[in-house]
């Protein structure tokens, strides 16, 4: 019989500061394809960052495992990056996690840190599995708990327990199936609950190609062009509405074009000025636009007017 391993792991981070995670402690359980335990461990490691103040604070329900001085004795990344690649890419091996999304990416963002090769892989992430099958959204605890796992024996934000609640908790779903994990995680709905390293990096790059055209649209935002090309909108104001700045090129285009045409935009004007939508607002949103002084102007009348 073709035996498979089964490897979930969770990764804990010091801080995740301009949206880059420093992975502090990444935990993992390796079992067989009856999701018996044949391997656990923790590996705590030394992020060579600053802490977010608030994970040590014991407040709230997010707090570390460890003590700050803990992570600073150990090794960093670097020094655990070919027991993670291979953990991770030895054969006939699948890969979980809840909200594992996070995780590939924390991986990422650790690679990237210390100048090393990505590692190929792809993860099956429980949490939207769950999520779509039963119809809502909890924590990794919460579903524990609903699934019969003794809490006691965890501690949440501790990577290892993590990854073995989230094991448990597949163990469970398996039983309440009656299906192997095996055919859980092949189904077409397991299928499409896959992600990739390649994937979390490509959305990253969005990301930051969102938040780069997003600071050039505000940059605009309160200037007046000295020298319009043209003006047809000269000495009036625009507010954009939402659905108009998710399409970040063609917002941008939609602001410089105002700019040349003598006109102003701003983030949420008040006064004289004009509110611009897609599509005509529910009368109520009218209302507060009113208030503001402002009046509501279609998108199709606004480009009419600019060259």
Known sequence: MNHKTFVFFDCECANTFEGIGKICSLG????????????????????????????LSGKGDCKLAYSKDYFRIKPNYEAYYKEIKKLFTTGNRYIAGFAVSNDVGFVNNANERYGLPYIQFRAFDLERYLERKYEKKQKLVDWAGEFGVNLEKFMSH?????????????????????QAVEEILTSPEGKN?????????????????????????????????????????QGMRFELDHKIL???DTAFE???????????TGEHLTGKGNAVFIEQPHPEHVKKLEKRGLKVMLLEELESLLK
Not at 158 to 178: F, H, N, P, Q, Y
Not at 198 to 224: D, F, N, P, S, V
Not at 254 to 264: A, E, F, Q, S
């Open 28 to 55: 993992y359980v390796i079992c067989d394809d009856d999701l018996n335990v044949i391997e656990s461990e923790d590996v705590v490691m030394n992020p060579e960052c600053d802490f977010d103040w608030y994970l």
């Open 158 to 178: 501790k990577s290892v327990d993590d990854a073995m609640m989230t094991m448990l908790c597949l163990k469970a779903e398996c039983i309440r199936t009656g």
């Open 193 to 233: 609950c896959f992600v990739s390293n390649e994937q979390i990096l490509q959305q990253a790059e969005e990301r930051a190609y969102r938040r780069e055209m997003t600071e050039k649209i505000k940059r605009l935002y309160g200037k007046i062009s000295p020298m319009p090309h043209f003006k047809t909108v």
């Open 246 to 248: 998710r399409d970040v």
């Open 254 to 264: 939609l602001v410089k074009k105002i700019y040349d045409n003598g006109g102003m």
